[in-house]
């Protein structure tokens, strides 16, 4: 009677291990394309991602750098203060997408363009992404909301 009690408790640890490993597998395959990372222009300048790298860009709308050209395809500059990176945009900007201001873009670095398939920008005047902050932080160029 021990003998079939023991045996039949490795089996249920056998059993919730495999539906363990077998779980946490399913989920990272869900989650593979979910998962962006974030990085400044100095970091893209520094260290380029490579072309089917997907990525979120995040800094200041360089001033003079939007160009808007036929059929939707929009071009800017993004700067954290100490690097440039052009993007290219094909679509509709955010109606609070201006110069100078915070944005963050989801893209890929293609032949030292970011070509970005979606861009936000700054939900208010006080607004801007924790993670651009962080980055402007770094280069010393932020400025604080005076309110």
Do not use: W
């Not at 045996?7 to 291990?17: D, M, N, S």
């Not at 993004?78 to 679509?91: K, L, Y």
């Not at 979606?118 to 010393?140: C, F, N, S, W």
């Amino acid at each position: 009677m021990k003998g079939l009690k023991k045996k039949r408790r490795i089996q249920i640890i056998a059993l919730a291990t495999i539906a363990l490993v077998v779980s946490t597998g399913l989920i990272g395959y869900a989650m593979r394309d979910g998962i962006n990372f974030f990085r400044s222009p100095t970091q893209v300048a520094e260290a380029p991602p490579l072309p089917n790298e997907v990525f979120r860009i995040g800094g200041l709308v360089a001033q003079g750098s939007i160009v808007k050209n036929e059929g939707g395809k929009i071009e800017f500059q993004v700067t954290d203060g100490n690097a440039v990176i052009p993007v290219a945009f094909t679509g509709i900007l955010p109606d609070l997408f201006k110069e100078g201001e915070g944005m963050v873009g989801l893209g890929q670095y293609i032949d030292g363009t970011f070509q970005a398939t979606e861009i936000l920008a700054k939900h208010d005047e006080t607004y801007m992404p924790r993670e651009v902050i962080d980055a402007l932080k770094e280069q010393g160029v932020y400025k604080e909301a005076s309110n």
